[in-house]
């Protein structure tokens, strides 16, 4: 529904061609009927400046964040929440109280899904990858009450940083493994991808055996079923993707937007259609 009064949403970020949040965001708006329209708005890294305080100026009432924005969008927000800052990056702007505000709902929505999973805390999780999306997941873990958290990544600098961030944080210790020696871990575990590895259909972060593995969680939504996914599958290692992580995270900006957490269903039977 578009009319004279809707109200503009949208996702800024760089490039856009990837995404489905467009997508997703209208279903709902249609299915709800709310006079709403979210639209993709590319902005090149070397413009984001100046756009991101034009967009200030423009009747948007909200929008998400992605790479390579999540982090520098932060200095032109007036207030972002204790999680964002901790993880340091904001995927959802939302004007409150005249003031726009940043908050983090990749950690929010990938948290949901943990509670959904009833994973036992009570095993040690193995983290691959310490990029963004990690960073989230690392503080979600924590939330969950994984007690145990191995983090690994092929830069071993950036995961030393979060766990760094983290020990000063939330008092919390998180053993480093070098990437080389990811696979050498032979206790029971949770593993963990958040590597951008798989998104090409034909690559796996892990060529490790299954035996210890209880449950294999591969952020990537994008094929449904990754290489990764594909060998727990074979091995019969319960998995899985990052498609509902991504539908609640957008549920989840809604409640920032509208006060009320989105349609998860609805918005997922779209994704569906597009995957
Ligand atoms: P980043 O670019 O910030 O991080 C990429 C990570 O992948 C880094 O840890 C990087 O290691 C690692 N990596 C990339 N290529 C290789 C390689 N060849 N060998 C070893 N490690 C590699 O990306 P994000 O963290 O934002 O996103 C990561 C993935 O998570 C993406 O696939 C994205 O689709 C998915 N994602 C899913 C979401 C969801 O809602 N389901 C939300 C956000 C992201 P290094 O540090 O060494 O470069």
């Given at each position: 529904m578009v009319s004279p009064s809707t109200k503009l949403y949208g996702l800024i970020g760089y490039p856009l061609g990837h995404s489905i949040s467009f997508y997703i965001h209208n279903a709902a708006f249609r299915a709800l009927s709310i006079d709403a329209l979210y639209i993709n708005i590319p902005i090149e890294p070397e413009s984001f400046s100046k756009a991101i305080l034009g967009i200030k100026y423009l009747p948007i009432y909200g929008l998400n964040v992605t790479i390579p924005h999540k982090e520098r969008i932060i200095d032109f927000l007036d207030e972002i929440s204790v999680i964002s800052k901790l993880i340091g990056a904001v995927n959802t702007v939302y004007l409150e109280e005249n003031k726009w505000k940043g908050e983090n709902t990749d950690f929010g929505g990938f948290l949901e899904t943990l509670k959904e999973l009833k994973?036992?805390?009570?095993?040690?999780?193995?983290?691959?990858?310490?990029?963004?999306?990690?960073?989230?997941?690392?503080?979600?873990?924590?939330?969950?009450?994984?007690?145990?958290?191995?983090?690994?990544?092929?830069?071993?600098?950036?995961?030393?940083?979060?766990?760094?961030?983290?020990?000063?944080?939330?008092?919390?210790?998180?053993?480093?493994?070098?990437?080389?020696?990811?696979?050498?871990?032979?206790?029971?575990?949770?593993?963990?991808?958040?590597?951008?590895?798989?998104?090409?259909?034909?690559?796996?972060?892990?060529?490790?055996?299954?035996?210890?593995?209880?449950?294999?969680?591969?952020?990537?939504?994008?094929?449904?079923?990754?290489?990764?996914?594909?060998?727990?599958?074979?091995?019969?290692?319960?998995?899985?993707?990052?498609?509902?992580?991504?539908?609640?995270?957008?549920?989840?900006?809604?409640?920032?937007?509208?006060?009320?957490?989105?349609?998860?269903?609805?918005?997922?039977?779209?994704?569906?259609?597009?995957?």
């Open positions: 994973l036992d805390k009570d095993l040690p999780c193995l983290i691959l990858g310490a990029g963004g999306a990690a960073r989230a997941v690392v503080y979600a873990v924590i939330e969950y009450g994984f007690k145990e958290i191995y983090l690994t990544n092929r830069t071993y600098g950036r995961a030393e940083r979060i766990a760094e961030e983290v020990k000063k944080n939330k008092n919390i210790e998180i053993k480093i493994i070098p990437w080389q020696e990811r696979h050498k871990v032979d206790e029971k575990l949770i593993l963990i991808n958040t590597t951008s590895i798989g998104l090409d259909g034909k690559s796996t972060p892990w060529n490790g055996n299954f035996k210890s593995i209880a449950f294999v969680y591969d952020i990537i939504y994008n094929p449904k079923e990754t290489p990764l996914l594909s060998l727990a599958k074979e091995n019969n290692v319960p998995f899985k993707n990052g498609l509902d992580m991504l539908i609640y995270q957008a549920c989840l900006s809604w409640n920032k937007w509208f006060g009320f957490i989105g349609p998860f269903e609805i918005m997922k039977r779209e994704a569906e259609k597009l995957l």
